[in-house]
């Protein structure tokens, strides 16, 4: 059964809210070499640790979040980056660990040009079907990922296919990460027209919307100049998950610590 939340806050115990337990990374100390090394998972500041459902922001501001899944591909992504430069537009990317590690100057790029990294797991798998020692494993080890290529701790997770369940949601409350879905899917995953992919988010706009895109799908790059003037036309702006929880009078005060991770 696919849960669905309006908008869920729990209430955890205070030993899992704020404190910085995370375990440390397994990256092996090293001695010191010649060349300087690519900064250490482990040197990364850690997110602060807290669950909560993000499927829509703040439905009294005119704020959309793009969201693209998957990657980093190294020949959709830095046309995609280009594009969203252009555009001025900031989004937020679910990576998935080992696309980070094949490409993880990619994956600092994306961050670099003020976009949040989103955890989408190591391996991609469907975590309905793991137990839940894997699931707590692919969690991990995407965000270590993540953290040893961008330098930064990702707070949000989003499971590969958007398959969840209730042994899922156990782990990220344990592991205190928060769950991002969506709002509105087009489903561009299955790479239908264009045009049918902006008609479908253009009609579905509205406050406080979090689109499900693809960051490999032609379709949905060869829309998005006309997608963002459209609805910019309509009194819309474009803002990142973390900048759409900080928005949110339910979430604003426990993630506020969380800014400098962005
Ligand atoms: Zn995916």
Redo the contacts with the bound molecule.
Sequence with gaps: MVLRHSFVLLLLPLSLIGCQENKPSAAPTKEASTTPPAPLASSVPLRPRLFFVLERGNTNRKEIALTF??GPHPEFTPMLLDRLKHLKVHATF?M?GEMVKEAPQLAKRIVEEGHEAGN?SFS?PNLKTVSSEEIAKEIEQGSEQIRKACGIDPLFFRP??GNYNEVVMQVLIQAGTPLALWTYNPKDFARPPADQIERGILQNAQNGMIVLL?SSIIQTYEILPDLVANLRTQGYTFVTLIEMAQHSPELADRIAHAKQLN
């Design positions: 899944d998957d679910f998935v989408h991609h590969p296919g693809h």
